[in-house]
């Protein structure tokens, strides 16, 4: 795959209104990390608001990675919402660094 090519990326808001700047943030963060994982197809990012009367507002971004073979997950909480998507973002590219790390030991291995 192209490493200047974009990857599709489909923001489901839930109980949150989704503005231009979530949009171009969750781009600038989760679309680079197709330099990690270059075989990625898509990624579909939910971005949450959770009421709680005790802790008060929660934010989650949750993402799946669409790869072939497994798929990569990832998901934070945090008090202010765009931490929780530069979490997801570093969480992300931990997961596909580690993927990516078997992928080729597998190779060198000599297993499939």
């Given at each position: 795959m192209d490493p200047t090519a974009e990857m599709p990326i489909h923001?489901?808001?839930h109980h949150l209104e989704l503005t231009p700047a979530l949009i171009?943030?969750?781009k600038e963060k989760v679309g680079p990390l197709i330099r990690i994982g270059g075989d990625a197809v898509r990624a579909d990012v939910v971005l949450r608001l959770h009421h709680?009367?005790?802790k008060g507002?929660?934010?989650t971004a949750s993402a799946r990675l669409k790869l072939p073979g497994r798929d990569v997950h990832a998901s934070a909480?945090?008090?202010n919402l765009y931490?929780?998507?530069s979490s997801l973002e570093s969480r992300l590219a931990r997961r596909l660094r580690k993927r990516k790390t078997r992928m080729e030991n597998r190779i060198e291995?000599?297993?499939p």
């Amino acid at each position: 795959m192209d490493p200047t090519a974009e990857m599709p990326i489909h923001i489901m808001p839930h109980h949150l209104e989704l503005t231009p700047a979530l949009i171009t943030r969750v781009k600038e963060k989760v679309g680079p990390l197709i330099r990690i994982g270059g075989d990625a197809v898509r990624a579909d990012v939910v971005l949450r608001l959770h009421h709680d009367k005790v802790k008060g507002r929660k934010y989650t971004a949750s993402a799946r990675l669409k790869l072939p073979g497994r798929d990569v997950h990832a998901s934070a909480t945090e008090a202010n919402l765009y931490k929780a998507i530069s979490s997801l973002e570093s969480r992300l590219a931990r997961r596909l660094r580690k993927r990516k790390t078997r992928m080729e030991n597998r190779i060198e291995a000599g297993r499939p």
